[in-house]
């Protein structure tokens, strides 16, 4: 199994709203990525969960919350967003993110719209 | 600044023909280097990697190559088809870094029958 199952697929929510992404994998990994992805732009990197302990946070702002309950599952809490949020979510994992020569494995992403 | 650049937003290709994409890095610290394809609404998916120590690194019809000393890498698919039509990130890592990648802006690839 090389999966990193993302759900939901898509998201429509306002900014009052809280809602929360899922991910899970079932390959042993030890780390697990959120990134984020506007339209025709790179993916950019949000946090990084090493050994389910936050590892990295890139700055990002306070209505992101993410939660690692487990080797397996990466989630990513969602309260008072604003329009310009929108975007696609990826969450990724390697087998440990302290070492190179490795590739992510990538979900299809939870495509959010902020209404 | 941009450490990762795709200076082609987008590449026409015949199928068959040979493409060609393009990519330039400017942190020398950036010591393994991949390339993914995306489809619209899906996340990334790894084609290739190539590790700092190599040239060249070939899997089916594609390859990449890198030039240390340009700052730059390309991938090569030979024979194009249709099905590789999508958006190609070039995205590169840093040995002090762990897996933290930085990815380039992306080339969108059209394979014409």
């Known amino acids: 199994d090389t999966e990193v199952t993302q759900t939901p697929k898509h998201l429509v929510m306002g900014m009052t709203n809280k809602k929360s992404l899922k991910c899970e994998q079932h390959?042993?990994?030890?780390?697990m990525y959120w990134y984020k992805q506007k339209a025709k732009k790179p993916p950019e990197l949000m946090f990084v969960y090493s050994y389910e302990k936050l590892s990295i946070n890139e700055s990002v702002p306070s209505r992101f919350s993410p939660e690692c309950p487990n080797s397996s599952l990466l989630n990513l809490h969602l309260h008072a967003l604003q329009p310009e949020d929108s975007a696609l979510y990826l969450c990724?994992?390697?087998?440990?993110?302290?070492?190179?020569?490795?590739?992510?494995?990538f979900g299809s992403g939870t495509q959010l719209s902020v209404l | 600044d941009q450490q990762v650049k795709q200076n082609s937003p987008s590449l026409s290709v015949q199928e068959g023909r040979i493409s060609i994409l393009n990519c330039d890095y400017t942190?020398?610290?950036?010591?393994?280097f991949l390339w993914y394809k995306k489809y619209p609404a899906e996340g990334p998916t790894f084609l290739i990697s190539i590790s700092s120590i190599k040239d060249k690194n070939e899997d089916g019809r594609f390859t990449v190559f890198l030039n240390k000393s340009a700052k730059h890498l390309s991938l090569h698919i030979v024979p194009s088809q249709p099905g590789d039509s999508a958006v190609y990130f070039c995205a590169a890592s840093a040995n002090n870094a762990g897996n933290m990648l930085t990815f380039g802006g992306g080339t969108r690839l059209m394979v014409k029958p």
């Open positions: 942190n020398s610290m950036f010591d393994y």
């Open positions: 990724a994992s390697s087998q440990d993110h302290l070492v190179t020569d490795e590739k992510l494995f």
């Open positions: 390959m042993g990994h030890r780390a």
